[in-house]
Nanobody, 120 residues
């Protein structure tokens, strides 16, 4: 069974920094892309940043120049370094990954989310 477990959320003042982590575990053969989303509405999430297995990255315009996404060498953990945080960055951040298991089943997985609150 595959799991994505996020950590690193919390309360930070405007202009501050946080680092989110997401570790994938389970019967994982490969992970093609990992990323972070945040909630826009109850049923809609927007992409914040993503990184492929070969290191290609993509960012939402609203976070370019402030957030940096990276993966560890084993490529099962993804990080989101968030600098220059603004109150409008307050949200629940979800880890997202496309994973192929050893049984050759491929699908997208979601973490349960971690809350980031930017407030003075």
């Amino acid at each position: 069974q595959v799991q994505l477990v996020e950590s690193g959320g919390g309360l930070v003042q405007p202009g501050g920094s946080l680092r989110l982590s997401c570790a994938a575990s389970g019967s994982i053969f490969s992970i093609s892309v990992m990323g972070w989303y945040r909630r826009v509405t109850e049923n809609q999430r927007e992409l914040v940043a993503s990184v492929t297995s070969v290191g290609n990255t993509s960012y939402a315009d609203s976070v370019k120049g402030r957030f940096t996404i990276s993966r560890d060498n084993a490529k099962t953990t993804v990080y989101l370094q968030m600098n220059g945080l603004k109150p409008e960055d307050t949200d629940v951040y979800y880890c997202h990954a496309h994973i192929t298991t050893y049984s050759m089943s491929s699908m997208y997985y979601w973490g349960k989310g971690t809350l980031v609150t930017v407030s003075s």
